[in-house]
């Protein structure tokens, strides 16, 4: 199957205009709500290999998703489909063997020794696009590391490199780097992001987004009725997660889902489909990164595709129903 594709950047890269974020393959860690919970391998290895053959070649990860498992669930994919393209991220660093999360290290020490293991738990010996995972830097760390980052260029270990931050400063200063195409930003039909995505235009960066689908809340399938599990991190409420509280939807955004649902569902889609089309129809060079559990819904984000952006009436619509 041949998808529509988007370019990352001054890359060149190009990649399915959805994409495939992994966050899920990592599971929670040492019994911790700390992640996805309730995935089953196998079936995720099946969507994996489907996704695959469909032609869907760019997955995103982190080597702190299940504290090194998520990237070592790809590592079987990667070695059978090697046209297959990752990025993954540095920055939170942890103990592998002990699970156990130890913090964010930005020194190039750890960099350089972080890349290497992320190398190892893929199976690859080159990342496609590496990116810093932390916020909040002051312009001396972001030269620092983009200067780091360009070592790994040079070394062969990385091709392309990029930042996961929101901050449209911080995303412009990493844009100086030669080898900088991409940035990671939150982006959802409940969370515009104006300010990340113009950064990115001015810089000639892609945009990557996570929480496309608001950690699920957008696939549809969770309700006060039908809460999260407890044991997943969205039956937590760490501060940056808003969309659930306790595994609930929380009434803003449940409000906000009720406005819009019908004009997301409209010319056949389902509601992850239709939240998916409106950041295509929002940026012309956004990939969103939806996760999945299962095959089912790997097909159902990737068919997504299918019906393209959502057409102007409707975008417009869906921004004058929340308000914008």
């Given at each position: 199957m041949t998808y529509p594709t988007r370019t990352l950047g001054r890359s060149g890269m190009t990649v399915p205009a959805i994409s495939i974020g992994a966050w899920a393959l990592g599971g929670t860690?040492?019994?911790?709500?700390?992640?996805?919970?309730?995935?089953?391998?196998?079936?995720?290895q099946r969507a994996l290999y489907w996704a695959a053959e469909q032609g869907a070649d760019f997955i995103d990860t982190a080597d702190i998703y299940g504290m090194g498992h998520s990237e070592r669930a790809l590592a079987p994919l990667l070695h059978d489909f090697p046209a297959v393209k990752i990025a993954t991220k540095v920055g939170n660093s942890f103990d592998e063997a002990s699970q156990t999360a130890l913090g964010p290290n930005l020194t190039a020490e750890y960099i350089e020794q972080a890349v290497r293991a992320s190398l190892d738990r893929l199976g690859r010996s080159v990342i496609d696009l590496y990116q810093l995972h932390t916020f909040d830097l002051t312009d001396r760390q972001v030269d620092d590391i983009a200067g780091v980052f360009e070592g790994l260029v040079s070394q062969g270990l990385i091709r392309w490199y990029g930042v996961s931050n929101d901050n449209p400063d911080q995303i412009r200063r990493f844009a100086l780097g030669e080898h900088a195409t991409c940035a990671q930003i939150q982006l959802n039909v409940f969370d515009d992001n104006p300010a990340a995505l113009a950064a990115c235009a001015e810089s000639g960066l892609g945009a990557i987004c996570r929480s496309p689908l608001a950690m699920?809340?957008?696939?549809?399938?969770?309700?006060?009725?039908?809460?999260?599990?407890?044991?997943?991190?969205?039956?937590?409420?760490?501060d940056w997660l808003k969309w659930f509280d306790g595994g609930v939807?929380?009434?803003?955004?449940?409000?906000?889902?009720?406005?819009i649902r019908?004009?997301?569902?409209?010319?056949?889609?389902?509601?992850?489909?239709?939240?998916?089309?409106?950041?295509?129809?929002?940026?012309?060079?956004?990939?969103?990164?939806?996760?999945?559990?299962?095959q089912s819904q790997m097909a159902?984000?990737?068919?997504?595709m299918a019906f393209g952006p959502l057409d102007q009436p409707t975008f417009a619509a869906v921004e004058e129903a929340l308000g914008r």
């Open positions: 860690t040492g019994g911790q709500p700390n992640g996805y919970a309730g995935g089953d391998a196998a079936e995720s699920g809340l957008l696939g549809g399938r969770y309700s006060a009725e039908h809460p999260v599990r407890l044991d997943d991190i969205r039956g937590t409420q760490p939807p929380t009434d803003e955004y449940w409000t906000r889902l009720q406005a019908q004009l997301l569902t409209s010319g056949g889609r389902t509601l992850a489909q239709g939240a998916l089309g409106w950041i295509l129809a929002r940026s012309d060079f956004a990939v969103p990164l939806p996760g999945f559990t299962s159902e984000n990737l068919g997504a």
